[in-house]
């Protein structure tokens, strides 16, 4: 019992040295208890309110070219093409022929037509006269018989014979019977003139409107300029080829007015008397905005299309015609106002508003009224102040 005991006592001795030489493994520690939080702060992509000018601007094209251009077609298609009278930088006055399609023998019968036509205007304008001289004759042949018929009764009167004085009766009544006869013939020829007269105005008016026929069917088949200046397109033609009905066949501009044009909606950006930049082929050029008859231009002569022109202040002759430039136009601005990222603005229910952070980190929402908006900003009317932070993400 006593050996027992001393056994175990040696054992315990042992394990206590053991223990403390570290050759005995160490109790595992249990990992802390975790630090349960009420909630995690989120990370935020966040943008300053900040001051200053908004200014909202939009970039135009306009092309330097001829205010004053027109564009030439043949109004018939499937003709032969006869010449074409012009070539490319030639100088033409307004109602010069450029080109003319196969014309057949039209020129013969509006010749013949002409002559024609003349011949009845000379008679038309003879007829009155003749018909009056034809009137006169007939009044003077009246006349002579009132006179032979006094003659004859005068003479009746002085017969001593019974018979003889019944001889210039039988007379003086024979004459005033044609006589009669040529008053009573008097109206026929008068109405007879009238119908004369109006046969030779219709006469006319066929013989004018056939010839005008003619030359309008001549005129289908021509091309004559509408405008003087310079001749800048010309269309190339091969012999024997026909004609499209609408194809630009020969362009016309005055280069005396050449200035930047901008069409279509955009031109509503400019009011006569602004004055702009152009940027062409990296130089600046000013200019103002025209009125179209500043330029000699009346509404017939301006295309369908709104149109705006800017005449450069310093003509350049080195531009082209046809350069490419472009014009920014300020279309609102705001001075010192607060201004924001625009995608920092949310809306729901047809009303605007930001998420901000408030003293504890928590997103909270507030109500904006916006104003102006321009590229990647907009302008803040109510709601925030400068220096304020909003949450864009």
């Known amino acids: 019992m006593r ?18 030489c570290g050759i005995m493994p160490q109790e595992e520690e249990l990992p802390a208890a975790p630090v349960i939080r009420s909630y995690e702060a989120e990370e935020y992509r966040q943008a300053t309110v900040m001051r200053g000018d908004i200014i909202l601007e939009k970039t135009v094209r306009c092309v330097y070219a001829s205010a004053r251009q027109e564009m030439y077609s043949f109004s018939l298609g499937g003709l032969y093409i006869d010449k074409i009278y012009v070539s490319e930088g030639d100088l033409v006055k307004k109602g010069d022929l450029l080109a ?6 039209l020129a013969q019968q509006i010749s013949d037509g002409e002559y024609a ?47 003889e004085k019944s001889a210039f009766i039988d007379q003086a009544n024979e004459t005033l019977i044609q006589k009669l006869e040529l008053e009573a013939q008097e109206d026929d020829i008068r109405e007879a003139q009238e119908k004369q007269l109006q046969e030779m105005a ?13 030359k309008e069917e001549l005129r289908e088949r021509q091309i004559y300029a509408g405008i003087s200046g310079t001749v800048i397109h010309v269309q190339k033609v091969k012999e024997g080829e026909r004609s499209v009905k609408g194809k630009n066949i020969i362009t016309i501009a005055d280069l005396d007015k050449v200035v930047f044009t901008v069409k279509g909606e955009d031109a509503r950006y400019f009011t006569a008397g602004m004055q702009v930049t152009v940027l062409c ?21 301006e295309d369908s299309e709104p149109v705006a022109y800017l005449q450069l202040l310093q003509p350049d002759p080195t531009l082209e015609n046809g350069a490419s430039g472009n014009v920014h136009v300020i279309l609102d601005q705001r001075e010192d106002v607060t201004y924001v990222d625009k995608k920092a603005i949310k809306t729901a229910d047809g009303r605007q508003f930001v998420y901000m952070l408030d003293e504890d980190g928590l ?19 109510n709601g925030l102040t400068e220096g304020d932070s909003v949450i864009l993400e």
Request: aromatic share 4%.
């Open 3 to 20: 050996r027992n005991l001393l056994w175990a006592l040696m054992i315990v001795a042992m394990s206590v040295g053991l223990a403390a």
């Open 100 to 105: 003319e399609l196969e014309k057949g023998n």
């Open 117 to 163: 036509l003349r011949a009845m205007q000379i008679r038309q304008a003879n007829l009155p006269e003749s018909q009056r001289l034809e009137l006169a004759r007939q009044d003077a042949t009246i006349a002579g018989m009132d006179e032979r018929i006094d003659r004859l009764m005068v003479k009746a009167e002085l017969a001593g014979q019974k018979e």
């Open 202 to 214: 219709d006469s006319v008016y066929i013989g004018e409107l056939r010839l005008r026929e003619l």
């Open 281 to 301: 082929n990296r130089k600046e050029y000013p200019a103002q905005a025209v009125e179209a008859t500043e330029l000699g231009l009346s509404q017939s002569q």
């Open 363 to 381: 997103r909270i929402r507030q109500e904006v009224t916006t104003g102006l908006e321009s590229g990647d900003f907009v302008e803040i009317i």
